[in-house]
């Protein structure tokens, strides 16, 4: 029997405006094993553009931290006693476990459900931290935790341009931003891409298909791509970021903010 928490429809409503029956864990757990290898590397992205309260994203953190703990593990089977002081773990865990919240992606047309993933994601990496590491994790972690479910958990609609949507307000897939987060030591590299832009077979980039260019927010039209051409003469169309972050410490990323770019 499905336990509340796992409640597949939450109103007979939602279902027909919205087609909004939840998955539950038993299949979300069947489907993601069909891509097991991504969803332990800890890098790997994953973008669920119709994400719910986020069943499947909150499965795929799970196991990238387990990754992450399981390489936590093995390292303290090699440290002296005198080294496994509390504490410890916290300089390898955290830049880590932000980089596997930083490659989970999501969009729904629903508020609450947005509010709901990024809670539960929310809920979840603090309670590993506390699991894991030993104690809570310091405000500036949470905050930088936070930022990034903000950039990454969107509200919008991920079928529609904004000259479709259906419900007033809500982000067209045209408008739609996301950011791709990097790592170099405890810094962290961020740029911006539109969603319209980026490939969704895992690629890099688009090849022999000239893109759909669309005005953003009234602005002036800025190439979204760079054409490369590959040495079978073929264009690849490769997003160009619309904005770029210098690099920044992982515990300043909130601080700093909107307010950080070149
Ligand atoms: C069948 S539910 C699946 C939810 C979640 N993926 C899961 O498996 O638990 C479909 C979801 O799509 C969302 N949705 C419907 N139309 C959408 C659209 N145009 N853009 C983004 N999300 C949409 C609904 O709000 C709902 O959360």
Redesign the pocket.
Known sequence: MLQDKEKQVISKK?VVD??????ARRE?DAMLDLVKQETERIESRFL??????G??LIVILERKLTVIERKLAQTEKKLKKSEKRIGWKAPFYEPDSLIALSSIYG????QD?IDAAKSSLLTYYIASYQRIVGYEPKEELINTAKYILDKNILL?????TQDKV?IPGILGLDQIIFTEWGRIGNDFKRREFRFDAMPLDGTEAQIDKQPKQMDLFGEPKKPTHRVLRNDSGKDIFKPMPVKEYPLTHYLKIAVKGENNYA
């Open positions: 939602r919205h087609g909004e029956v939840l998955t979300v669920e553009p119709a994400c719910g309260t069943n499947f969009i729904d047309i629903l459900s919008g609609d991920a079928i529609n259906t």
